[in-house]
């Protein structure tokens, strides 16, 4: 009764925040980019897998440069998707043809991307076309479309004769309001390179990267980093990237301290270090979302989220999670920002303090590579007690996870039924 009367409360207060245009034009916009980013985490999945033979067979034989080449082009390639389909949802949300205002979006987001020069030849990076770049292709999405939107309803447009073919007068629609508002993003690049920034994309990373450098390997920079990581991904900025300069040079090294005291026989000196946040803070990926993918395919309602689950689920053990990041999305979404902030807060806290207690033991601090499974680094950082406190972990956040889930999957299965009617 207590939960369904939370569900309700948070389904009013929801469902006015997801009502918005622009929220929805940006939810919609990243479920749009699902089958690209989809097809980039099973590419990653299949490159990655820590098994020493299976690495040794796809180096040698030349097949881990070919597994990778769908994630370079879809997972790194996120923000070029999301900027078009957002612009697209957006316009069509003011019944305008989204297709112009997604192709003026992506020459913007363009204009804002810096350029490399490598052997007297302009290249574009990688760096800023992935989710690193994501929370400047959400705002180029929204205002360059919303600007689509403004210039066409003033008539500011080319038209055309009639008997032009309407696909021919659509093109010409686009013309002038594509001029307008890329040469407004050219004057914010240019603007942007005059300063130390060098790009927009750069200015919000050294913005919001500055506050981070004073973090230590305490109790409450465990708190804070686990914060920063996860309200700037619902904001639709890759946490992980923007602390990983810090998340390295501090945590990284307090891992090796562990590694040298092991060795030497001693106490283990550290509880925080990299190795802790691949077991618990980022179980399943950031979010903490293997307890929520196990939920979905397991206990979901509806065949929209059973469906997603059983795709992400075997990811998210590789600590994979794009699918529910952005298929779900968790990306701006009012019903799950709540759970994804807390189910990590949850896997951080309650190991801490076991291992301050002295309950269990602290964690060798291996840094393990990107894509070693869920329950095997357990065992590699501490054994079968850390196994068991990973497991236990994964059962709090997935109840964390439920109410609010439950609340996306009753809607999501009513718009099946009411499909199917």
Known sequence: MAISGFQQKLQSVAGKISSNKYLKAVSDGLMSALPALIIGAFSTLLSGMQFEAYQNFITNTGLKELLELPAQYTTDMVAVYAVFFIAFRLAGAFDKDGAPA????????????????????????????????????????????????????????????????????????????????????????????????????????????????????????????????????????????????????????LGVENLDAMAAGQELPNIVNTAFAQLFMLLGGSGATLGLAIIMTFMAKSKRYRMLGKIALPGSIFGINEPLIFGLPIVLNPYLAIPFVLAPLTAVIIPYFLMASGMITKLAGAHLPLGTPAFFNAILQGGFVILIVQILMIVVTALVYYPFFRVIDKQALAEEKAAEQ
Do not use: C
């Open 102 to 253: 997604g192709l003026i979006a992506l020459m913007s987001f363009f204009v804002l991307t810096p350029t490399a020069v490598m052997e007297d030849t302009s290249v574009l990076p990688f760096q800023f076309l992935g989710a690193q770049g994501l929370f400047v292709a959400i705002i180029v999405g929204l205002i360059s479309a919303r600007l689509y939107v403004f210039i066409v309803n003033k008539g500011i447009t080319i038209k055309m004769p009639d008997g032009v073919p309407p696909t021919v007068a659509k093109t010409f629609t686009g013309l002038v309001p594509g001029i307008l508002i890329v040469v407004l993003f050219t004057i914010v690049s240019f603007l942007f390179r005059m300063t130390a920034f060098e790009s927009m994309h750069q200015f919000v990373y050294s913005f919001i990267q500055t506050p981070m450098q004073n973090l230590g390997g305490g109790f409450w920079s465990l708190i804070a980093m686990t914060l920063v990581i996860h309200i700037l991904w619902l904001l639709g900025i890759h946490g992980m990237l923007v602390i990983l300069p810090i998340y390295l040079s501090i945590w990284m090294p």
